[in-house]
């Protein structure tokens, strides 16, 4: 995803994204974002640079139950990665992650999916 050489698993990123939401830690989920970073919420709302990402986050870990940040599907898609889970409050949910060339996530998008949005891999 990078023409600067640097080399990065996008994919592995959003997983280690996932894992720092799901076990809670703040610390190590601002780690990954870039000092610019900014999140664009499905609220309308958008949170900038780390003081921003750490007013969203540490809110969202705090409230999260616990079927949050379940993994239903990871997918890289021409400059970015897309991740369907389950939110903090266990709704379906969509993020679109794009990084930069440090492989830092620089942006991310969410989307409400809804319930019944996500694919069930039990069929």
């Not at 900038?48 to 705090?62: A, D, E, F, M, N």
């Not at 679109?96 to 969410?110: L, Q």
Request: charged share 30%; glycine share 8%; proline share 2%.
């Amino acid at each position: 995803m990078s023409d600067s050489g640097t080399d990065f698993d996008p994919v592995g990123v959003v997983i280690d994204w996932l894992d720092a939401c799901r076990q809670r830690r703040l610390v190590d989920l601002l780690e990954l974002y870039a000092d610019e970073a900014t999140l664009d919420c499905c609220d309308g709302g958008r949170f900038v640079r780390r003081s921003g990402l750490l007013r969203y986050w540490q809110g969202k870990l705090q409230a999260a139950t616990s079927a949050a940040f379940e993994l239903h599907e990871v997918l890289p898609e021409g400059d970015c990665v897309i991740l369907d889970y389950l939110d903090y409050d266990g709704t379906a949910a969509q993020t679109k992650f794009w990084f930069d060339e440090d492989g830092k996530i620089s942006r991310t998008r969410c989307t409400p999916l809804g319930r019944a949005g996500l694919r069930s891999n039990a069929a």
